[in-house]
Structures are given as structure tokens and as C-alpha cells.
């Protein structure tokens, strides 16, 4: 093994647990934090020291649910997602030199023992904020790229518009030529936000009068493009709102993570209206555009270079506090994507 010149490895390791799976809203008794011998790479593998990690509202369901795209995470094991870091060690055949930036799959811990082929080489010079890599920007640029397709003058509508999704996906439409851009939040601080700094142009609010009501005064010529992470009551009205020829491109169901109800965001639409008015609507993965997550890395560190796109999130500092993060998540305190440093 090779370790970077002059570094002093600590022996443990820090990592956050899940210590109870079910029930919501989640509370400290849903996490442990957990002191561990320091990992040692293998033959192939690589140690990397964390510097920063997201949080996200699907952490959560994560937590509660085993019907998943995606594992679940384990009681008595350590959460993961999400992180950028530092190799600090390496099998000298994984051909990864100590003191190279990677992002990987492996937060919630401070030091993450990794197959060199899981890790992804990050270029130092392309972004002097590491934060970037981690956005939620991706999933919203195959949507509005690849799937509803923005074209120009469209009205495009967002749901969970403060949101880690939400708050790129309103400039990426813009970006894109759309030419009215609505979305909805929990709050007027956050609507007077999304308005202010992040050009929407109207925004809905999920708490105040019925969804459909306000989506006619804000969308009064109807919706072209509808970007959806919430699902239920907003997805419904946004579809009888929509124009002839709609794309619909759903992201998430926070209605059922957000309302303890695990995964499931159960949804009335009207299927004669759907046929009448031609509207398509598609489930969004990055699985079926892995080439996604790439471009928009290019064409988001080229857009905050050129002042084309801003990067709103939340900063948090210590590993201790990401239990914490995910529940204020979840409970709509933030704005943005949530990041932990450690």
C-alpha cells in the first residue's frame, strides 16, 4: 500500500448507524453514531478520507422501506450516499494515486474503504467548490433533456421547487428556453426566495388554497412541461392544467416521503383526460441516461463560471450533525442541496 506523503492516518473511524428502521418523522433514535477501527484497503482497493456528503429526502424513505429501487439501508450497519473525498491510501495496482479528489457512493462515515472502480477520478481544476459534484441537478437535465423535452416559450411547471431538484430544475428550464417557469413551495420566505434569486416566475403554496385554483392563476394559458418530485394533490392539479401535447416527467414522490408514508404517493389522474389531451407522462431515472449526470457536471461548471446558473444549498458541519440535517430535510427547513462537511 502507498499513503500520501507526510500524512498521519487516525485509528478509528467515525460512521452513522441506522439504529431503528420504521416509524416517522425520523428522530435521534433512528441513528447511532459509531466508532470503528480505521479501515484498511485490499488488493485493488482505495481509502478515502470524506470531506463532504449530501443528504437526501430519499434517505429517508431509505430508512423505513424495503420495496426499493435501490438497498435500503440496515439497522446495525452504516447509512451511505452520496460524497467527494481524498484517497489517503492505495493498492498500488489500483493505478489511483494518494491525494487524488474522487466521488464515490460511500458517505455517512469519515473514512470509506472503496474498490478502485468505484470511485470516479474528479478533476481539481474544473470547480473550486467540491459541493458542485454533489447537487441534484442531473436527475432534472434528463428530465427536461431527454424526456419532457423544454422547448422554447414552453410554461413549464416544478413541484418541490425549493427543493435539491427543484431549485435547478426552474434555471435549467429557463436555461433551456422556457418561457414561463411556475413551482410550488411549502412556505411564502421560500416562494419570495425561488422568485427573487432563481427567476421563477410564479410560485404555488402546497398549504395554502386548493392546488388547482392557484396553478389557473399562475399558469393561466395551462402547462407544457411538468417536472414532478411530489406527487399526490400537485401532480393532479398540474395535470388538469396541462396543454394538449404535455410532458410529464415525475422525479420523486416526497408526498408519501414527507408524509411518513414511505414510498408511496398514491394519485387520481383522470385517464380520458390523459388520452383527450394527448399528455405523456414518464417515470425519470438516470439509469436510463447514464450519460446524463456527465453533461450536466460539464454544463453546470460551465454555466456557474459563466454566471448562466447559481448553486443553492445548505451547508452543515460535522458528521454528528447529518442525522440531524436529514430530519430538518424532511421537515422542509432547507432550501436546496444539503450538505454535510466533515
Not at 429526502?57 to 424495503?66: F, G, L, Y
Not at 450497519?77 to 460511500?106: C, F, K, M, N
Not at 415525475?250 to 394527448?278: E, Y
Amino acid at each position: 500500500m502507498t499513503a500520501e506523503p507526510g500524512s498521519a492516518l487516525r485509528k478509528d473511524n467515525r460512521e452513522v448507524h441506522l439504529a431503528r428502521a420504521g416509524g416517522m418523522p425520523l428522530t435521534p433514535e433512528h441513528f447511532r453514531l459509531v466508532s470503528t477501527p480505521l479501515p484498511t484497503p485490499g488488493p485493488g482497493e482505495v481509502l478515502v478520507r470524506n470531506h463532504l456528503m449530501a443528504v437526501t429526502a430519499a434517505m429517508c424513505t431509505m430508512t423505513v422501506a424495503d420495496d426499493l429501487p435501490m438497498p435500503s439501508y440496515r439497522v446495525g450497519s452504516p447509512l451511505w450516499g452520496a460524497a467527494v473525498g481524498e484517497v489517503v491510501t492505495a493498492d498500488p495496482a489500483s493505478g489511483i494515486e494518494p491525494g487524488t479528489r474522487v466521488s464515490h457512493g460511500l458517505g455517512w462515515r469519515e473514512y470509506a474503504v472503496l474498490d478502485a472502480t468505484a470511485v470516479e477520478p474528479v478533476d481539481a481544476t474544473a470547480t473550486h467548490d467540491p459541493g458542485v459534484l454533489l447537487s441534484h441537478g442531473a436527475p432534472a437535465w434528463a428530465a427536461l433533456t431527454r424526456v419532457a423535452r423544454v422547448r422554447p416559450g414552453d410554461t413549464v411547471f416544478v413541484s418541490g421547487a425549493a427543493g435539491g431538484i427543484g431549485t435547478l430544475a426552474g434555471q435549467i428550464a429557463r436555461h433551456l428556453g422556457a418561457g414561463r417557469i411556475v413551482g410550488s413551495t411549502g412556505s411564502p420566505r421560500k416562494a419570495d426566495y425561488l422568485r427573487r434569486e432563481l427567476g421563477y416566475d410564479e410560485l404555488v403554496l402546497r398549504n395554502g388554497s386548493a392546488v388547482t385554483d392557484q396553478l389557473r392563476k399562475a399558469a393561466p394559458d395551462g402547462l407544457d412541461v411538468v417536472c414532478d418530485t411530489v406527487g399526490g394533490e400537485q401532480l393532479e392539479a398540474a395535470v388538469e392544467r396541462a396543454n394538449n401535447g404535455a410532458r410529464v416527467a415525475l422525479l420523486g414522490a416526497l408526498s408519501g416521503q414527507l408524509g411518513g408514508d414511505g414510498i408511496s404517493a398514491p394519485t387520481r389522474l383522470d385517464s380520458a383526460l390523459l388520452i383527450r389531451r394527448r399528455i405523456g407522462i414518464h417515470g425519470v431515472s438516470l439509469r436510463d441516461h447514464q450519460d446524463a449526470e456527465r453533461e450536466w457536471h460539464r454544463e453546470f461548471t460551465r454555466g456557474l463560471a459563466r454566471g448562466e446558473f447559481t448553486f443553492p444549498c445548505t451547508r452543515l458541519h460535522g458528521l454528528e450533525r447529518a442525522p440531524r440535517a436529514l430530519s430538518e430535510l424532511v421537515a422542509g427547513e432547507h432550501v436546496g442541496t444539503v450538505l454535510v462537511e466533515l
